[in-house]
């Protein structure tokens, strides 16, 4: 089952407007929160993260949004740029366990922005 | 060549083939993943080495085969591979195992398995 969720495979947003992506979890022991932006025949780029103990980070035109208590987290890009267009995955680790440090991934939400 | 390289960028092969994929890092760092990203599917870590030892399987069949000879190189070695495999591998590279580093991506290897 999946522990990562990103329910909007594509969204496609008009340049100069805010771009929402969404990322659900389940796993109440995730603590460390991120998002990666991916171009075609490139690599993932980390982007912005959040600690489980904030509720919230911004980074120039990105800000991630952490609601704890409905387990998801939230990326808005304002305003989006067409640079902005690539496939955005939401991944979070955890510092306990067998598997602390590893990051589990969400399918990515391709973004599109229209100029 | 800086940050994460992989080579080679794509790759087809025949399911009785041998081949191997190799990632090579220039961050001074001490900690390698490989992961797998198959179509509509999130990327899945398969392997990851510290200091050269390796510190979590995932349950991978034992056609992929992992190597670190030093902390700046990992090989996944291929062998009887099955169509199911074709996916994009990824390699990645942080200063440690511990959830505080960031993990830094190369672009992949695009495999084909015919």
């Known amino acids: 089952d999946q522990q990562v969720k990103q329910n909007s495979p594509s969204l496609s947003v008009q340049e100069g407007r805010i771009s929402i992506l969404n990322c659900d979890y389940t796993n109440s022991m995730f603590d460390y929160f991120l998002w990666y932006k991916k171009y075609p025949a490139e690599g993932p780029t980390f982007l912005i993260s959040i600690s489980s103990i904030k509720d919230k980070n911004e980074d120039g035109r990105f800000t991630v949004f952490l609601n704890k208590s409905a387990k998801h987290l939230s990326l808005h890009i304002v305003p989006s740029q067409p640079g902005d267009s690539a496939v955005y995955f939401c991944a979070a680790k955890t510092n306990y366990g067998g598997s602390q440090g590893n990051l589990i991934f969400g399918k990515g939400t391709k973004l599109s922005v229209k100029p | 060549e800086t940050g994460v390289t992989q080579t080679p960028r794509h790759l087809v092969m025949g399911m009785t083939n041998k081949k191997s994929l190799k990632c090579e890092q220039h961050?001074?760092?001490?900690?390698m993943y490989w992961y797998k990203q198959s179509a509509k599917k999130p990327l899945e870590l398969m392997f990851v080495y510290s200091l050269e030892e390796r510190v979590e399987n995932n349950s991978v069949p034992s056609r992929f085969s992992p190597e670190c000879p030093n902390s700046s190189h990992l090989f996944l070695h291929l062998h009887t591979l099955q169509p199911e495999d074709s996916a994009l591998y990824l390699c990645?590279?942080?200063?440690?195992?511990?959830?505080?580093?960031?993990?830094?991506f190369g672009p992949g290897t695009r495999l084909t398995v015919t």
């Open positions: 990645a590279s942080s200063q440690g195992p511990s959830p505080s580093y960031e993990q830094y």
């Open positions: 961050l001074g760092h001490n900690a």
